[in-house]
C-alpha cells in the first residue's frame, strides 16, 4: 500500500509539473527545497519540465516548514 501511495504520489507531482513547464520556462530562478530523495520526484523523470543540471535552480539554505502558501510568503520574505 505504501509503495502504491508514493508512486501516486510521484505521478501527481510529475503532471502538476508538466501541466506548469511553460511557467518554469519563464522563470529567471527556480527555488526549491527537497531532501535527497524527493530530489529525484522533481528532477528525476525523463522528459521532466525542470533538468536537474538547470543553472537558474537554487535551494532555500533554511529549514522550511510545511507546504502551504503562508510558508511560501514567509521564506519569499526572508
Not at 23 to 49: D, P
Request: with cysteine.
Amino acid at each position: 500500500m505504501r509503495r502504491y501511495n508514493e508512486m501516486a504520489l510521484m505521478q501527481h507531482i510529475q503532471e502538476i509539473m508538466d501541466q506548469w513547464a511553460e511557467q518554469f520556462q519563464a522563470c529567471q530562478l527556480i527555488f526549491f527545497r527537497a531532501t535527497s530523495g524527493n530530489r529525484k520526484v522533481l528532477f528525476g523523470a525523463k522528459g521532466s519540465a525542470i533538468d536537474k543540471d538547470d543553472p537558474r535552480l537554487r535551494t532555500i539554505p533554511f529549514q522550511t516548514r510545511r507546504a502551504t502558501f503562508k510558508e511560501v510568503k514567509r521564506v519569499h520574505d526572508q
